[in-house]
């Protein structure tokens, strides 16, 4: 995953090079970005921002996370979905 801090305003914005891009209006101090991220994701996924979990890049732009209650493949469906319907989060 590649987030974009500072950005307009938050959207999923799809795959690029391998990494789902997410863009945040939150400044990436003080962990602000992170839970803006949590946020982004749980909407999108369905889930609440406290299942999303940074596994690494807390301090990065490339993050990995693990969604809690939803495997793999149920992820990557809701995100194709979230990301060919449009939708901004």
Request: overall charge positive; glycine content about 12%; proline content about 4%.
């Amino acid at each position: 995953m590649h987030v974009k801090p500072r950005a307009s305003r938050d959207a999923i914005e799809g795959e690029r090079e391998g990494a789902l891009v997410v863009r945040l209006t939150a400044p990436p101090v003080e962990g602000e970005a992170n839970e803006a991220l949590a946020r982004v994701l749980g909407r999108a996924l369905g889930v609440a921002p406290s299942a999303v979990r940074i596994l690494s890049g807390a301090t990065g732009r490339r993050k990995r996370v693990h969604v809690g209650g939803l495997d793999q493949a149920e992820v990557r469906s809701r995100l194709e979905a979230v990301c060919s319907g449009g939708v901004r989060s």
